[in-house]
């Protein structure tokens, strides 16, 4: 048993946290808020470059052939970055695409030349294996040509051009476009029944691996103005008042981790309690991030406020995530329900 | 990253779990503390004649020499098998026995460790006095050096087992020139030693564990002095380190226990509406199912540890985030299941008795408080693990 990551698997992140760093910088979000896509089309090839699309492909399909382990690695980093553009539903997408056997959709994704958006279904709206109907909420989805809905009995993929009229809807995330499209009856193009391979739950755990990011991110930003930024003539982190804050970020930041590394795990070893260790993964770390955002809004005072600081970036995408694929309560009524951990 | 047990691990849990099924204690705890005494230096006899003492510690200290991998199943299994946790043991197993291990002469570990593994003998702590609580380098029980004897004088609180125990590790004061934490000596003291007195206090949950212990000049031979004197600092530091690696995954297992007791208790009781079970109530379902994912994630979070100290060799200051967490949500359990009984709850049943949910609320108060105060953990994180200035 050795829960942390080994050396090759940081090695497998290393390039893409550089690269991230360089061309994906926070900045980007500000620049780019009045585009219709949030992400610029060179930074997304230049991801698909990279293999991020491909990282859990097999290789005789263009991949890399890791698992769910390292690509939770990789949204870590993204997380981190608070990088825009459709990662998770891209990714689930290429993996949905394996388990149907469709190598020309996954070869245009890990090419970067597919991206496909999240849509989420509202309260009395369906989907099964022919159809969705009725009104969703569209992510990150206006300039894809795909959609990935992941409802109770599995996961469809759907074109974007058979939904209908659809309406943008400002975004409280200045990096993520949202939208929604109405009284929708399309035709679903490709579907995976849950119970053939558990997207939903690979999901979940990406999402958490996300939210860790943010927690770690807002605990370094926090640590490092504490350290220089100056008051009464000596760093403002002496005083208990703002070293314990930053201290109980580090315990959020180290909870989510742990826990996204055991629900990865879980999942890639087939652990009977994994649905309960991939909805705990998503608590937890929709937890820490929310408190670690918010409290790192507080230790930059003023500057934390302001829309050039990139703390309210964070606050934003906590948001946007902690909505996706189920919220706070909808897993916690689960994880009361659900057998014992093993 | 991986959760795999080697076949090996697999089949020493295996023999754990049978062992401890057939040789646990069956008889009550008794509360007096010295029937606490003979019932917890008994169980460890017990483990010791069965080869189960110390499984992490050496072999040529009496232990099985296996890794941290084995001591977490033990810690694991000894949880989930619903034994009381060491308490009289504690001290000499967590604390003084890997201190003694790395700092100690030789024949100072000949003298003491086999002992501490074989239930012979008792340990309890001296360290926080009076004035010297969270700002433990501040200490003033005072030892002067008189030929080869140390002689101390002072008081020490907030001593467990003081009472019943054989031994003691001490730490003195035996310089006052340079900074506070220069001129600390850490000692083996005899808890027989004339012109010791003990007086146990009584806390809110009405139990008296804890003492105070009064030194008139006693007398204590140089050659029990660990590491050198006035350099105890750095071995109190090497102590506490130890208490929070790992001593806590036993108390994480059986906090786990807990709230899947909690949660078997919520479906059988009637709840606030006075009609429905409490689970049925959204309040306490939602802090039940909290419980269970932070409960999950503790376990994560003490595996993530474990991995570290097997890869680095020794705990890092990282114990701090797992004991800060633990004893805060103890806190939070103890207090639900006083919100699962309503006025249940009022009526007091001691901690050691099985549905002791109010004596364990009580007793709750004191996680966040010794082994280093919530606070004193956070300047720990703060300073050791960010680096933020002091």
């Known amino acids: 048993m050795d829960l942390l990551p080994s050396a090759d698997q940081q090695d497998v992140v290393r390039a893409a946290a550089d690269f991230l760093a360089q061309e994906m910088p926070r900045d980007r979000i500000r620049q780019r808020e009045a585009e219709a896509s949030s992400v610029d089309a060179a930074a997304w090839t230049g991801c698909a470059d990279l293999g991020l699309f491909g990282l859990s492909v097999p290789e005789e399909l263009g991949g890399a052939g890791f698992g769910v382990e390292e690509e939770a690695l990789l949204f870590r980093e993204l997380g981190r970055h608070v990088a825009p553009g459709p990662f998770l539903s891209t990714v689930l997408a290429a993996q949905l695409a394996v388990a149907i056997g469709d190598a020309d959709l996954v070869a245009s994704i890990v090419a970067g030349k597919t991206t496909v958006g999240l849509a989420a279904l509202r309260a009395g709206s369906t989907v099964d294996e022919d159809r969705v109907r009725g009104d969703l909420d569209l992510i990150d989805a206006v300039e894809a040509p795909l959609v990935l809905l992941l409802g109770p009995a599995g996961a469809a993929l759907v074109e974007t051009g058979q939904l209908g009229a659809v309406q943008t809807v400002p975004s409280i995330d200045p990096g993520v476009r949202l939208a929604t499209a109405t009284g929708v009856d399309a035709p679903v193009s490709a579907w995976l029944p849950a119970a053939t391979r558990p997207l939903y739950l690979r999901g979940l755990v990406l999402a958490a691996a996300l939210l860790v990011g943010i927690a770690e991110a807002c605990r370094d930003a926090s640590t490092e103005y504490a350290k220089t930024r100056e008051q009464f003539g000596r760093p403002i982190g002496v005083n208990q008042a703002v070293k314990h804050r930053c201290a109980d970020m580090a315990v959020q930041a180290e909870l989510g981790m742990a826990q996204l590394y055991f629900a990865a795990v879980s999942l890639a070893s087939g652990r009977p309690d994994a649905e309960l260790q991939a909805r705990t993964a998503k608590v937890v770390a929709a937890h820490a991030a929310t408190v670690n955002a918010a409290s790192n809004v507080q230790v930059h005072g003023g500057m934390g406020y302001t829309w050039e600081n990139d703390a309210h970036l964070f606050v934003k995408r906590v948001e946007v995530l902690e909505n996706l694929l189920g919220g706070r309560t909808e897993h916690l009524a689960e994880i009361v329900a659900l057998p014992a951990p093993q | ?390």
């Open chain 2, 1 to 390: 990253m991986d959760l795999d047990f080697s076949a090996d691990q697999r089949d020493f849990r295996d023999q754990v779990r049978t062992w401890l099924h057939e040789n646990k204690p069956r008889d009550e705890r008794p509360r007096a503390a010295a029937g606490i005494r003979e019932y917890d230096l008994a169980w460890q006899r017990t483990q010791f004649e069965g080869g189960w003492a110390g499984i992490s510690w050496p072999t040529e200290y009496g232990g099985r020499g296996l890794s941290l991998i084995d001591q977490l199943i033990w810690f694991e299994e000894y949880g989930r098998a619903g034994l009381p946790s060491v308490d009289a043991n504690f001290v000499g197993l967590n604390h003084a026995g890997p201190t003694l291990m790395t700092r100690a002469r030789d024949e100072q570990k000949a003298q003491h460790l086999r002992p501490i593994l074989a239930g012979e003998v008792v340990w309890c702590q001296g360290f926080s006095e009076p004035g010297a609580g969270s700002d433990l380098a501040s200490l003033s029980a005072r030892a002067e050096i008189d030929g080869d004897e140390l002689v101390v004088s002072g008081q020490k609180i907030w001593t467990s087992f003081a009472h019943v125990a054989d031994w003691q590790e001490l730490l003195v004061r035996t310089s006052r020139t340079g900074s506070k934490h220069q001129g600390i000596t850490w000692v083996i003291c005899d808890m027989h030693s004339p012109g010791i007195d003990v007086r146990p206090i009584r806390t809110m949950d009405g139990e008296a564990e804890f003492c105070e212990v009064f030194y008139d000049e006693v007398r204590i031979p140089l050659s029990s002095v660990v590491g050198d004197v006035d350099q105890g600092w750095s071995v109190a530091m090497s102590t506490l380190s130890f208490e929070r690696g790992t001593a806590f995954t036993a108390g994480q297992v059986r906090l786990a226990s807990t709230v899947e007791q909690l949660i078997e208790l919520a479906r059988e009781r009637t709840g606030p509406d006075g009609r429905r079970p409490a689970i049925a109530d959204d309040e306490l379902a939602r802090r039940l199912a909290t419980a269970r994912a932070e409960v999950a994630a503790l376990r994560a979070m003490t595996y993530v540890g474990i991995s570290r100290s097997a890869r680095t060799g020794t705990p890092g200051p990282e114990g701090s985030i797992v004991k800060l967490y633990y004893s805060e949500m103890v806190k939070q359990v103890a207090r639900l299941a006083m919100d699962i009984l309503g006025p249940d709850g009022l009526r007091y049943v001691s901690r050691w008795i099985p549905g002791g949910w109010s004596g364990n609320y009580l007793y709750s108060y004191s996680q966040t408080i010794g082994g280093g105060t919530s606070e004193v953990q956070r300047n720990i994180i703060g300073d050791r693990i960010l680096g933020l200035p002091r």
